[in-house]
Each structure stands twice: as structure tokens, then as C-alpha cells.
């Protein structure tokens, strides 16, 4: 195998490993909010997901950035052999994680009532908010160090630790959740509301599991590159290079790579919490009760958005593993294989994110009794309407980090304003309008992520000349998804008519829709050998095709 043909194997494999440590993690975290939901309700719910928006806004700024911005810095030294330069890029980024997370962790402690009442209308959110504030300290020194990793070109480290961290989120959300409920309906019952405050508390519960979560990260990942250090210090000795970096050029240098990474990831997620905010404060113009809209946003953050988030989980690690791949291509000016990664990439998420979004639309109601036991009207058009953003979302995600690893940091940041502008007027006007209460929130957000794709793919076109392969990358998959969503819609009712049960039908069909959408991709070529030797387990699942005759 070829140089280049070993680098985009690695790519790709390396890829796969966080994509499928993400999911891992994603799975947990949609099993953990089945007991989370039962315990503390919609409305438990709502006050849970409002404090993640308002952390995971305060995490954007404070460090969000720093692992992308740190392994591309990493690997662009490592690839000149810089070695010296690699291990002080380190070492200033965890110094400006420290700063950066202290102050963001006071803001959130200090600020939280302001913002939980007077920004999102939610004051008793306040409670998981103050939570979570010193895990924007944690997870900004986590960051830097899975960024060193992944910059080094490995993701194990962030892949392992990932999951250790998601499990032990899970097992103390439910824990803390149900014990914090039990102590706030006695407070709530001294105070004459004691329902409110037992979902209130049982939300810092959950929160508290995602703080506990964040210091099983630091100690694994703490142990992994202190087991790792001497190594590491071995190659420093051996780099001769004199050019050595001062810290305050390390500084600028990481603040010029981490603002244009800041706003395009800030403004690019900031839709959920201006949502939230522009959501309750109209709900409440037009009359509607507290809790109603509370109920409403709970079934969003707590339902909707925890399944379709799965999917987006691999575009999201793809990206992370694309930047660091695509930064040392694009420094080396092969622009053939910095092209050849983007396909790649492009390819493999559409492969899983178009037949997600057809099999969540078409068993949206048998999925959502499955898992939360839950078969009103309200959620199951949720995801029906905004099953489709599952594909806009994962290739926008994408296409950020291929922006981003071709040094266009400031693309995407002009694209996410323009985009923001428009998902907002979209929003107002649905919610004005045409009274759509809950599903312009989800139509509004389906519109931002299609706009995204649009404008980064005119980007990705420009810049590099690049020219999307169309019908393997969209058509076939296209096609392979809608015949499994009809095979899919028909084995459920045929399974459900029989047994009347809704988990046998629900998992046999999502079984055979699996099956069928593999078979179809194979037989349609949509999968060649080659790439499929780039994937996790690739060897055996080409034996397995061709036994079947599929290849």
C-alpha cells in the first residue's frame, strides 16, 4: 500500500475509532436519560436541558476550541519534525485552559440566577447551573490533552476516556437525580410547591453526573500521557531544531487559531440557547402557561434532541479527526489527498446519517415508546419534521472541520452569522405567524443546518476546486434508505399486528432495516473494497460480502 493510501486508511480508521467511541457514548447517554426522564418529568426535564445550553455556551467560549485548535497546532509541528515547538504548544494551551476555565466556571457560579431569570425565563434551572460550573475548569484541561493526542495522530486516549466519562455521567445522574428529587420535594413541601422543587433538584442531580463525569476524563486522561511522557520526552531529545518558539508567540499564535474556531463553533451552536430564550419569552406573549411551555421545551431538549444527536455524533468525530489529517496535507500542498479525505469523509457520514434520518422518521412513534415510553402526538412530529436536519446537521458539522483544517477558520464563522440571522427570522415568523409553538423551533433549526451546508460546500468548492461526488455519496445511499424505509414500516406493523409488542416490532425492524440498507449499499456499489478496508473490522465484513456473493 502507498504512502498516501496508508495516510487516508489511518485517516479513516482513526476517524472511526472516536466516531464509534462517540456513539458508545451517545447510546449510554440516551439509555441514562430514559431513568433521568422517569424521575424528574418533562418539566425536570426542561430545567435539565436549559442549564446544559447555558454551560455548554459558557464551555464554547471558554474551551470548546482549544482540542481542535491544539492538534492541528501539534500535528503541523510534528509533520516538520518540530518536536520541541509540539510539546510548548501543549503546555501553553493547558495554561490558557486553566485561565480560561476558572474564569468561565466563576461567571457561571456568579451569574446564574441573572441568567436563569431574566435570559431564559427559567429561574429554577438555577440549581443544575451552579452544578456545573467548575466542569468548565475539568473539561478545558481535558480538552488540551485529548487534543495532544489527537494532533499526534492517535484518538484512543479521547476515544477511552470518552466512554469512561459517559459512564460514569450515567450511573450518578440517575443516582444523584433520584436522591436530590426525594431532598427537593421535602423542601418544596415546606415551601408549599413541592413538585417544582423536586424536578429542579432532581436536575442538579443529573448535572452533578456530568461534573463526576469530567473527573473520570482528567484522571484518565492525566494517566495516559504521564504514562506516555517519557516517550514523548525521548523525541524532544532528539529534535536539533533551534528554531525554538517563545511562549508568547505560542500564545498569539493560539489565540489566532482558536478565535476564528471560537465563533464559528459559538455562533454555530448558540442557535440552542437563543432558542431557548426567544422560544419561552413569545410562548409567554401568546399566552401560554409556564408550565405548558415548559413541558413543550423538556419533550425538545430531553427527547428529540438526545436521539437525533446520535447520528451527528460521528460527524462531529470525524471532523475532529479531519482537522489534524487535513492540516498536515494541506501544509505539504497535496491537494489531491487533502480532495481525496474530503470525499472520504463526506461519503462515510452520508452512508450512516441518510438512513438514520430515514429510519427515525419512519418508526419516530415506535422508537420513542421504546425508550421513554412516551406516545403523544407532540414528540412523534417532532421527529418526523425534523428527522432530515439529522443529514444537514452531520454534513454542516463536517464540513466546519474541513474549513477548518484547510486554514479557512473565518469561513465558517461568516457563514454561521449570515445562517443565525436567517434561522432566527425564520423562527419569529413561525412562531408569529403561523402559531407553530414548538415545531418552528424544530423547522427553524432544519433550516440553519441545510443553509450551513450550502454555504461551506460553496466554500469547500472554492477554495480547494473541489467537485462533490454525487451519486455515491448521495444518490445510492438515497436510494438504498427509501426502500429500507419501506421494508422497515412494513416488518413493524407486520411484527406489531402479530405480537402486540412494541419493542419486538421496533427492534426487529430496525434489525431488518440494517440488513437491507447493507445488502442494497453492497449490491449498488455504493461501498467499494477499498474503502471498506479503511473501516473497523473492514476485512471481515468484505469476507462476509463476498461468502454472500454481495461483492
Known amino acids: 500500500m502507498s504512502k498516501k493510501r496508508k495516510s487516508e486508511s489511518n485517516f479513516l480508521v482513526q476517524g472511526s475509532i472516536l466516531a464509534v467511541a462517540s456513539i458508545i457514548s451517545r447510546i449510554i447517554g440516551l439509555l441514562y436519560r430514559i431513568p ?59 495554561l490558557f485552559a486553566l485561565v480560561s476555565g476558572t474564569a468561565a466556571g466563576l461567571i457561571v457560579y456568579f451569574g446564574a440566577g441573572f441568567i436563569t431569570t431574566y435570559v431564559v425565563n427559567t429561574p429554577l434551572s438555577i440549581f443544575a447551573l451552579e452544578v456545573l460550573s467548575p466542569t468548565l475548569l475539568v473539561v478545558a484541561v481535558v480538552g488540551v490533552i485529548r487534543g495532544f493526542f489527537q494532533g499526534m495522530g492517535t484518538m484512543m486516549p479521547s476515544a477511552f476516556s470518552q466512554l469512561v466519562e459517559q459512564i460514569v455521567n450515567a450511573v450518578v445522574s440517575v443516582v444523584s437525580a433520584y436522591m436530590l428529587y426525594q431532598r427537593g420535594a421535602k423542601i418544596g413541601a415546606v415551601l408549599g410547591n413541592p413538585a417544582t422543587y423536586a424536578e429542579a433538584y432532581g436536575a442538579a442531580g443529573g448535572t452533578f453526573g456530568t461534573f463526576l463525569g469530567s473527573i473520570a476524563a482528567l484522571v484518565i486522561t492525566l494517566l495516559v500521557f504521564f504514562v506516555y511522557r517519557p516517550v514523548f520526552q525521548q523525541m524532544i531529545s ?16 493560539l489565540l489566532l487559531t482558536i478565535l476564528p474556531v471560537l465563533l464559528s463553533t459559538t455562533i454555530y451552536n ?20 409556564a408550565k405548558d411551555y415548559s413541558v413543550m421545551w423538556g419533550v425538545y431538549v430531553g427527547e428529540y434532541k438526545v436521539l437525533t444527536n446520535v447520528p451527528i455524533a460521528i460527524a462531529s468525530s470525524i471532523a475532529a479527526s479531519s482537522v489534524p489529517s487535513l492540516s498536515t496535507a494541506f501544509a505539504a500542498k497535496d491537494i489531491p489527498q487533502v480532495k481525496r479525505k474530503v470525499a472520504y469523509s463526506i461519503r462515510f457520514i452520508m452512508m450512516i446519517a441518510i438512513p438514520c434520518a430515514v429510519g427515525m422518521g419512519v418508526l419516530a412513534s ?65 412562531m408569529y405567524g403561523l402559531n407553530w409553538n414548538i415545531y418552528a423551533v424544530v423547522c427553524a433549526n432544519t433550516f440553519f443546518s441545510f443553509m450551513m451546508c450550502i454555504l461551506n460546500g460553496l466554500a469547500i468548492h472554492k477554495y480547494l476546486r473541489y467537485h462533490q461526488e454525487v451519486l455515491r455519496t448521495f444518490v445510492i445511499p438515497g ?7 419501506g421494508v422497515v414500516y412494513g416488518v413493524y406493523y407486520f411484527v406489531m399486528n402479530t ?40 476485512s471481515l465484513i468484505i469476507k462476509i460480502a463476498k461468502k454472500l456473493h454481495l461483492m
Do not use: W
Not at 238 to 253: A, L, M, P, Q, T
Not at 270 to 289: C, H, N, P
Open 36 to 94: 433521568l426522564k422517569s424521575i424528574i418529568g418533562d418539566i425536570g426535564n426542561d430545567y435539565y436541558g436549559t442549564a446544559m445550553e447555558i454551560y455548554s455556551i459558557l464551555l464554547l467560549i471558554s474551551s470548546y476550541s482549544l482540542p481542535v485548535a491544539v492538534s492541528k497546532l501539534v500535528s503541523a509541528r510534528l509533520a516538520k519534525g518540530q518536536r520541541k515547538n509540539a510539546y510548548r504548544i501543549f503546555k501553553g494551551a493547558l
Open 499 to 538: 405480537s402486540k409488542i412494541n419493542a419486538l416490532a421496533t427492534i426487529v425492524s430496525i434489525v431488518s432495516g440494517v440488513c437491507v440498507y447493507g445488502v442494497l449499499l453492497l449490491l449498488l456499489r455504493g461501498l467499494r473494497e477499498k474503502e471498506l478496508r479503511s473501516f473497523p473490522m473492514g
Open 366 to 430: 415506535p422508537i420513542l415508546q421504546l425508550l421513554f415510553q412516551d406516545d403523544r402526538e407532540m414528540p412523534e412530529r417532532m421527529m418526523q419534521i425534523g428527522a432530515v436536519s439529522i443529514i444537514f446537521y452531520s454534513l454542516s458539522t463536517l464540513s466546519n472541520g474541513i474549513l477548518q483544517g484547510i486554514n479557512r477558520m473565518n469561513v465558517p464563522v461568516k457563514n454561521a452569522v449570515i445562517t443565525l440571522i436567517l434561522h432566527m427570522g425564520v423562527l419569529v415568523a413561525l
Open 479 to 485: 436510494i438504498c434508505a427509501a426502500v429500507m424505509g
Open 270 to 289: 448558540i442557535t440552542s440557547f437563543l432558542d431557548t430564550s426567544v422560544f419561552k419569552q413569545i410562548a409567554a406573549s401568546q399566552g401560554y402557561k
Open 238 to 253: 532528539k529534535d536539533k531544531g533551534k528554531n525554538v518558539e517563545s511562549y508568547g508567540r505560542i500564545f498569539s499564535i
